[in-house]
């Protein structure tokens, strides 16, 4: 069984910047496309970011375009979220999601197993 644990959220001004780190433990995530997802109070889980199994390709929602950066460690068996020019509609909690399958996907039922998801707070 894949464990995934989210770390690095935290409280950031506006403009600012945060790196979000995804570790795994019980199998290693080089078998997974890997995906970031956020859920904003009141709203539905959505996709920000998402990488193909073997690295390289990745996918970027069009509001995190430019501003956010998904990579993959595996031999640190661990994903990361870089991001930067935060807005305050960037707060969230975000998850670290695993998909049993080459190509990284773009919906919630298309990850096979997630973390517990670690608070980003913007603020102006």
């Known amino acids: 069984q894949l464990q995934l644990v989210e770390s690095g959220g935290g409280l950031a001004q506006a403009g600012g910047s945060l790196r979000l780190s995804c570790a795994a433990s019980?199998?290693?995530?080089?078998?997974?496309?890997m995906g970031w997802f956020r859920q904003a109070p009141g709203k539905e889980r959505e996709i920000v970011a998402a990488?193909?199994?073997?690295?390289?390709?990745?996918y970027y929602a069009d509001s995190v375009k430019g501003r956010f950066t998904i990579a993959r460690d595996d031999a640190k068996n661990s994903v990361a979220l870089q991001m930067t020019s935060l807005k305050l509609e960037d707060t969230a909690v975000y998850y670290c999601?695993?998909?049993?399958?080459?190509?990284?996907?773009?919906?919630?039922?298309?990850?096979?197993?997630w973390g517990q998801g670690t608070q980003v707070t913007v603020s102006s």
């Open positions: 990488i193909k199994r073997s690295g390289g390709s990745s």
């Open positions: 019980g199998r290693t995530v080089s078998n997974y496309a």
């Open positions: 999601a695993a998909r049993e399958s080459f190509r990284p996907g773009t919906k919630e039922y298309e990850y096979d197993y």
